[in-house]
Nanobody, 119 residues
Framework: QVQLVESGGGLVQTGASLRLSCAASGRTFTNYAMGWFRQAPGKEREFLARILWSGGSPYYADSVKGRFTISRDSAKSTLYLQMNSLKPEDTAVYYC????????????WGQGTQVTVSS
């Protein structure tokens, strides 16, 4: 089974940086795409970024382009989201997710990690 565990969230001030990690296990992810999403209270889940485990090719939502960077370390089987210039509107629970390349939706999800950005 695929297991994803996020970490690295916390409470920071406006303008700060955080690096989220997602430890992936249970499978070889050669043919997988990995994504980051977030959900704020009362709002829909929002796509942030995705990367191909083997080929890279990062892709970002316009809302985070230029501030957030997705990457992965295949040797450590870990996905990352580097977040810079954080704003209060970035406050949300952040999730990592995984899918086989041919799938439309992400069937595998982590438990989430809370990011809170104070004014």
């Amino acid at each position: 089974q695929v297991q994803l565990v996020e970490s690295g969230g916390g409470l920071v001030q406006t303008g700060a940086s955080l690096r989220l990690s997602c430890a992936a296990s249970g499978r070889t992810f050669t043919n997988y795409a990995m994504g980051w999403f977030r959900q704020a209270p009362g709002k829909e889940r929002e796509f942030l970024a995705r990367i191909l485990w083997s080929g890279g090719s990062p892709y970002y939502a316009d809302s985070v382009k230029g501030r957030f960077t997705i990457s992965r370390d295949s040797a450590k089987s870990t996905l990352y989201l580097q977040m810079n210039s954080l704003k209060p509107e970035d406050t949300a629970v952040y999730y990592c997710a995984a899918k086989i390349l041919s799938q439309t939706n992400y069937p595998y999800w982590g438990q989430g990690t809370q990011v809170t950005v104070s004014s």
